[in-house]
């Protein structure tokens, strides 16, 4: 059984905007999904090439959506004898240190 594999020459650009080649080798999987892809848009096999490695690069370095953070409430319940008005008396009664 023989595998073929899709060398593929392309120019990009470099930081200086220079033109550079590279070649690329291609899984024959990959290769078959960007000809179609070149088929189906009327792009070039290059401007394909671009498109799908921007997309992918876009997908691979999003950063990933954080989960909302919950917490749980807890019914503590209500002591009579405090004024939950005045924090400055309930803070002294939690640090045990008489307010100046």
Do not use: Y
């Given at each position: 059984m023989m595998l073929y594999?899709?060398?593929i020459?392309?120019?990009v650009l470099s930081s200086y905007h220079?033109?550079?080649?590279t070649t690329v080798t291609l899984e024959p999987d990959v290769s078959r999904r960007l000809r179609e892809l070149s088929r189906s848009r009327?792009?070039?096999?290059?401007?394909?090439?671009?498109a799908a490695l921007r997309h992918g690069l876009e997908h691979m370095l999003a950063r990933?959506?954080?989960k909302p953070f919950h917490t749980?409430?807890?019914d503590m319940g209500v002591?009579?004898?405090l004024n939950y008005d005045n924090i400055g008396d309930l803070l002294e009664l939690t640090e045990n240190t008489p307010r100046k």
């Open positions: 594999c899709s060398c020459d392309s120019t220079h033109s550079m080649r009327k792009l070039s096999f290059k401007e394909a090439l671009n990933p959506k954080a749980t409430p807890e002591l009579a004898h």
